[in-house]
């Protein structure tokens, strides 16, 4: 069983002229990061059916599809809205993460994208999205999603990487604070987490860290394929997930299109697992942190 935890799917509207789409919501990052002007994108594009068969050449038998972290409460329902036909269209293949916006109503953002079909939040970004770890706000996300079993998928970005252009920094004490406060709370940390799997290390903080998981996100972007045993050897099998952010061109030297093959046979080949802890990563684990109605 192979499940992509981290994609993204966007409607068709958008996909026909990105940033003019971008900037007419009032979404600038986005636009920044997908149509930038002064370089070429590494954005690829799906719908639902050339993403099916994406899955199909990968075998992969189920995929996340997780909301952007957006500027506005409206694009995030919007992409909800968007995210929850493609959920109708395969609801035995995609599984939907939720975009949700620091407002006084995110209880209502979430009950109604349960209703939808949802079964966790994310990708959120703090910074970006302007999550205030204080407020109301957060406390009623991470008090539901605690109470509903939904795990939260968040954006990490490195932590001392080469800065890439669109990149918004997202301290690591921000997830170690999130993670003692809710200790019951599932936690995904997109892109193995910015370098947190290193800190596992204190014993001080490795309690705390208990219930965060990273995921792989992107990997083929920013490190070598031997980042799998590092990072499995720091955390643990268990906490690793498998993700991928199609459909972004992950190797943008070879792929002239999005697909997801290239990657799940590159962990096959390079990333020097035993085959427990593929099948724990590729499948397994995030299988574990979906709430009951998602166990099949
Ligand atoms: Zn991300």
Not at 56 to 84: I, P
Not at 95 to 116: C, N, T, Y
Not at 192 to 214: A, D, E, I, S
Not at 269 to 293: K, W, Y
């Amino acid at each position: 069983m192979i499940i992509d935890c981290h994609t993204h799917a966007y409607p068709a509207e958008v996909v026909a002229r990105p940033r003019a789409w971008a900037l007419e919501h009032n979404e600038p990052h986005w636009a920044e990061l997908v149509d930038p002007t002064d370089r070429t994108s590494i954005q690829g594009w799906s719908d639902p059916d050339s993403m099916l068969a994406a899955m199909d050449a990968a075998d992969v038998d189920r995929a996340a599809l997780l909301g952007w972290y957006w500027e506005n409460e409206s694009t995030c329902r919007w992409h909800n809205a968007a995210m929850a036909e493609w959920i109708r269209h395969a609801p035995d293949r995609f599984i939907g993460f939720a975009a949700i916006h620091p407002s006084a109503d995110v209880r209502e953002q979430l009950e109604s994208s349960k209703a939808m079909g949802f079964s966790g939040v994310g990708e959120l970004h703090l910074a970006v999205q302007g999550w205030d770890l204080d407020s109301a706000d957060w406390q009623h996300l991470t008090d539901w999603c605690t109470r509903e079993n939904w795990p939260i998928n968040f954006h990490v970005t490195e932590a001392a990487g080469i800065p890439q252009p669109g990149s918004v920094a997202t301290p690591l004490e921000w997830f170690i604070r999130i993670a003692q406060r809710a200790p019951d709370l599932k936690i995904i940390l997109a892109h193995w987490g910015g370098g947190l799997p290193f800190f596992t290390q204190n014993p001080r903080l490795r309690p705390y860290l208990h219930n965060v998981y990273y995921d792989t996100a992107a990997s083929p972007l920013l490190y070598e394929p031997s980042i799998f045993r590092s990072v499995i050897d720091l955390v643990g099998a268990k906490h690793v997930v498998f993700g991928s952010d199609y459909p972004l061109r992950i190797y943008p030297r070879e792929q002239t299109s999005p697909d997801m093959q290239r990657y799940v046979h590159a962990i096959h080949d390079e990333a020097q697992l035993s085959l427990a802890e593929t099948e724990a990563v590729m499948g397994e684990n995030f299988a574990r942190l979906l709430p009951p109605e998602q166990h099949k």
